[in-house]
């Protein structure tokens, strides 16, 4: 795929690792490396499926990511796989022969997304154990599958999605009240269908908690409609999400609404989940190229979450030793990270968590030379922007300052796209295929 960065010294190497990285992340190639077909059984990561007691081998799945693994699951089962249905982030669609893929919207669901939602369930419904089914899953899951209760509207989870996005909550948070107004989430797609089911998971979430991934349509659950309803207090939304959202979270607490799956469920003896790849078996491959092209590579942990400019900060603090003081004759250095910051919005800028973790970054590079840090959304789209992420360097300050971009105001309005496009600091790489969090590189050379 194309990568294109702002020209520096720098660009060819930052290229070259950021590559390295979303190949490593590629779910075809994990799909291959964890799913084997001979003909009589299909196995998965250490478990064996023998075909002969199945009538039918199906797929279904939803996420940034599923559409390349659509392609890998047919491409190792062949015929053998009946169809399948994959719902894809808008633009994120690749040809297929067996595996239906629809598009609808992310972050916030669409009525396209509610339809396929629909869809889905009418497929798997009559499904039996004799039936397996392969849940392909990535992150984007949750919105590109809006199902709602009863009683529920799109327009109303629409809203509470868009209210906890804003508000800053983490993807646990945000996923707590989801998982408690969907017929999918939290457990749903599992207790929908009788099938057999195999789900295949590229995760998108740090520490890899099957109940977050994508919401956990076919993992157990251990949140409560009480967590939920927390949690929109935790951020003052109570008063301002819909008045049906509160009511049915409340009929939920008092007993009065069905709760999520939960674990010991007779349902999940025939659940498999395997994740085939996540954020740390990618930035392992960037530390190893990194290595590779003579660097000095520096994994950095933990990953980098809470708000993006806080978690900059936090990054360029572990690396000043490598900077200015005592390991600076280690250089040159590569420092890697991954992770997944939040951005809590108080204005009506434009952005994204990496641009914003990179313009944060830039203060602290500030008169550095030869240092450059790349922050990149793994998906290829950073927030609601066409860009993946963006790169600064210890110059960037003084070219902002010569073409009058404000780089503290951008912050404080959350506005860095704008600014970023002005500076021609923007990463493009176009949909990835792929959605395994961010990557943060850091070069000191």
């Not at 709760?259 to 740390?280: D, F, P, Y």
Request: aromatic share 4%; with cysteine; hydrophobic share 40%.
């Amino acid at each position: 795929m194309p990568i294109r960065l702002p020209g520096s010294p720098a660009r060819s190497l930052l290229r070259k690792l950021i590559a390295a990285g979303l190949h490593a992340a590629d779910p075809y190639h994990a799909i291959l490396q964890s799913v084997s077909y001979t003909g009589q059984s299909v196995r998965v990561g250490r478990k064996t499926h023998h075909l002969s007691r199945f009538k039918r081998v199906f797929a279904v799945g939803a996420g940034k990511a599923s559409a390349r693994m659509a392609q890998a699951l047919e491409h190792v089962l062949g015929s053998r796989l009946e169809g399948g249905f994959i719902v894809v982030k808008t633009g994120h669609s690749v040809p297929t022969e067996r595996i239906t893929i629809v598009e609808a919207a992310h972050p916030i669901p669409d009525h396209a997304g509610l339809l396929a939602a629909k869809r889905l369930r009418t497929l798997i419904q009559d499904f039996t154990p004799r039936d397996l089914l392969f849940v392909l899953l990535s992150g984007g899951a949750s919105s590109l599958l809006p199902a709602p209760v009863s009683g529920l509207t799109l327009a109303d989870t629409q809203r509470t999605t868009r209210l906890l996005l804003r508000g800053g909550a983490t993807i646990q948070e945000i996923n707590a009240v989801r998982k408690h107004l969907s017929l999918l989430k939290g457990g749903g797609l599992a207790v929908s269908t009788h099938a057999t089911i195999v789900t295949l998971i590229l995760s998108d979430v740090i520490g890899d908690d099957l109940g977050t991934i994508g919401s956990g349509p076919t993992a157990p659950d251990s949140t409560t409609f009480a967590d939920a309803i927390d949690v929109l207090r935790r951020y003052g939304l109570w008063s301002t999400v819909p008045e049906s959202i509160r009511r049915h979270l409340l009929a939920g607490r008092q007993g009065r609404a069905s709760e999520t799956l939960k674990a010991g469920a007779q349902r999940l003896l025939r659940v498999q989940h395997h994740i085939v790849g996540n954020n740390s078996s990618m930035l392992r491959a960037v530390a190893r190229t990194a290595q590779s092209a003579g660097l000095r590579a520096i994994l950095s942990r933990p990953a980098l979450v809470g708000e993006a400019q806080e978690a900059a900060h936090r990054f360029i603090r572990l690396a000043k030793p490598y900077i200015t003081g005592r390991k600076k004759s280690m250089r040159p250095v590569c420092v890697v990270a991954g992770g997944e910051p939040t951005v809590t919005m108080t204005g009506r800028g434009k952005g994204g968590r990496a641009q914003e973790f990179a313009a944060a970054a830039a203060f602290g590079l500030d008169g550095i030379p030869n240092a450059w840090l790349a922050a990149i959304g793994t998906d290829g789209t950073d927030g609601p922007t066409e860009v993946a992420g963006a790169v600064v360097s210890g110059t960037t300050l003084a070219q902002a300052k010569q073409r009058g971009v404000d780089l503290r105001s951008v912050l404080r309005r959350h506005d860095t796209y704008s600014a970023f496009k002005a500076l021609g600091c923007h990463i493009h790489t176009g949909p990835t295929g792929t959605n395994v969090n961010d990557l943060y590189l850091l070069l000191l050379l």
